[in-house]
């Protein structure tokens, strides 16, 4: 509740604030000009990043390997991307910060060494997820049973389905008068 208020009230009074210190000291139009300029680079830092993480990923994908990194680099990426659209000099510095290449590195393995979020490679090929309160970790494919063991049952899906023939399709409801 405390980082939403942050976020939502005290950010944006802080950025006006020293929008207009900015404007006071150098002039309102290079005030606006180097808020235009910022948006301006941090999306072409933005696109060459995205493309280089993309491409990451898609090797990741081809070797076999989950890319869990990259999922999360690009997710910072989108969060950058959106502090641009922000004007103002404090969600720029942020959004730099998520653009620059070492700092979205550092950040996502400092996620994936939390342990909310583990991505394995080819050998593990998918994620754990930390079950919150329990502390439990289980891969997506794993079941827990009562007693906290894991049971794999990668090749079994729990759901229903019917099988259709196309030319058996009935229409009903509203749609029923446009049949053939």
């Known amino acids: ?15 006006l604030l020293l929008l207009f210190k900015v404007g006071q000291t150098i002039g309102a139009l290079q005030t606006i000009a180097i808020v235009v300029f910022a948006a301006f680079v941090g999306s072409r830092i933005l ?3 995205s493309f280089s993480t993309l491409r990451r990923a898609q090797d990741r994908w081809q070797h076999g390997e989950v890319p869990g990194r990259e999922i999360i680099e ?11 659209l922000t004007p103002g000099f404090i969600t720029d510095v942020f959004a730099i910060a998520l653009l620059l290449p070492w700092t979205r590195r550092a950040l996502a393995n400092r996620l994936l060494k939390a342990g909310t979020l583990q991505s394995f490679g080819s050998s593990g090929a998918g994620f754990r997820f930390m079950h919150m309160g329990t502390g439990q ?10 007693s906290g063991n894991h049971s794999t049952n990668h090749d079994v899906f729990e759901g229903e389905f019917t099988r259709e023939n196309p030319g058996d399709r009935k229409l009903s409801g509203p749609d029923q008068d446009k049949a053939p």
Do not use: C, D, W, Y
């Open 74 to 84: 690009g997710f910072f990426l989108s969060v950058g991307g959106a502090l641009l």
């Open 137 to 146: 970790s289980t891969r997506p494919g794993t079941q827990t049973n009562n």
């Open 47 to 49: 696109k060459r990043q």
């Open 1 to 15: 509740m405390r980082l939403l208020f942050l976020l939502f009230i005290v950010l944006p009074i802080a950025e």
